[in-house]
């Protein structure tokens, strides 16, 4: 046989064949079916203090105290009832981090909300996803339309009388780049570890000071500073509320479920690329999904979640929905929501949201 042949019939002897059980799928398996987090939610306040130390060191970046926020205001528009903003803030690692802030009018404190944009594999859009922006977008009026039933969640709480606060996560809208691709995401992540950050914990740090930004800001009520999202967005939610007490209350659309049903075969999570931004090093040794959000309890949580939804096991996420009911002791404190139609955060899901979170 030539070499050139060889070299072409090379990549065949790796295609598995059916029937066979592959050295790799084995390990895998195995792994699999020893996994117990060492932290696995316990009813104790030992388990949570400890928990809690865990998470904060595997998901935020080391040494971040929230100060120097270095605002700039780029622009502002007038909306009537309320004042759209373009800014910038100061990031964990320093950079620029750009921002859409709308502030009611009339006499405050007003409540305030954190909103986190999805991932959707559309990276030229990203606060533009949550809060309209101030110049026509037509990437972001397609967006909302395919996913938010044509409304902005911006618009949505800012008409319930919430100060409302957007960022760009690493890689998105105005910290990406023209071109950037899904493809493109291992290589961010790898860069990232190879110089001793992750992805999903920039993504953590830098939401964590945008809320302490947003509850420093005058007319803000400090303590009714929410966080909510919809996908990526409710991931980003759901640990942010977990790992600061600072957080009033938490409405997570659409991303909760157990770890085991994103490690069945065929879920998108084993497919690569999208998980880097929603993966911290070393913490699925730790906690599971639901061990994080249990870190909420008491305070405030609203879970949304689909059967129709394609990329989470309705099993699942019924599982994880149980898990937490524990850590709340069926207190009122935690609400879930099964919605029609599937991954989507529509504006009637924007209006529940709104009326619960103005309850809290």
Not at 47 to 72: E, H, K, V, Y
Request: glycine content about 10%; aromatic content about 8%; proline content about 6%.
């Amino acid at each position: 046989m030539s070499l050139l042949r060889r070299h072409l019939l090379a990549p065949l002897a790796l295609w598995p064949l059916p029937g066979r059980a592959e050295p790799l799928d084995a390990t895998l398996a195995a792994l699999q079916r020893r996994w117990r987090p060492r932290l696995a939610w316990r009813a104790d306040t030992r388990w949570r203090a400890d928990a809690l130390a865990t998470a904060r060191s595997l998901m935020q970046r080391p040494g971040d105290d929230g100060g120097g926020f270095a605002t700039d205001l780029l622009a502002e528009q007038d909306r009537g009832s309320h004042v759209a903003q373009s800014l910038t803030l100061r990031g964990a690692l320093g950079d620029r981090v750009p921002a859409l802030c709308l502030r009611p009018k009339g006499p405050g404190p007003h409540p305030a909300v954190l909103v986190m944009h999805d991932h959707g594999a559309r990276f030229d859009i990203g606060k533009e996803k949550m809060v309209r922006p101030l110049a026509a977008n037509p990437s972001a009026d397609a967006w909302v339309q395919r996913y938010y039933g044509g409304a902005f969640v911006g618009d949505t709480l800012v008409d319930a009388g919430f100060a409302v606060l957007a960022i760009d996560a690493l890689g998105w809208g105005e910290r990406g780049r023209p071109g950037f691709a899904r493809d493109d995401q291992q290589a961010l992540a790898n860069h990232l570890l190879q110089l001793g950050h992750s992805w999903a914990g920039l993504i953590a740090s830098d939401d964590l000071r945008a809320h302490r930004w947003l509850s420093e800001q005058p007319g803000v009520d400090a303590k009714r500073v929410a966080v909510l999202g919809f996908s990526m967005g409710a991931f980003r939610a759901w640990q942010l509320a977990a790992v600061a007490p600072e957080v009033s209350a938490c409405v997570a659309a659409h991303w909760m479920c157990t770890r085991e049903g994103l490690l069945r075969a065929g879920e998108h999570t084993l497919q690569g690329q999208s998980a880097f931004s929603m993966a911290h090093p070393g913490l699925a040794a730790e906690l599971d999904h639901p061990d994080v959000a249990a870190l909420i309890a008491p305070r405030p949580l609203l879970l949304m979640g689909s059967p129709e939804d394609k990329l989470f096991p309705w099993d699942a996420q019924q599982a994880a929905w149980r898990q937490l009911g524990r850590a709340w002791q069926g207190g009122a404190g935690l609400s879930t929501r099964t919605t029609p139609g599937g991954h989507r955060f529509d504006t009637e899901q924007q209006q529940v949201a709104a009326a619960w979170l103005a309850k809290q």
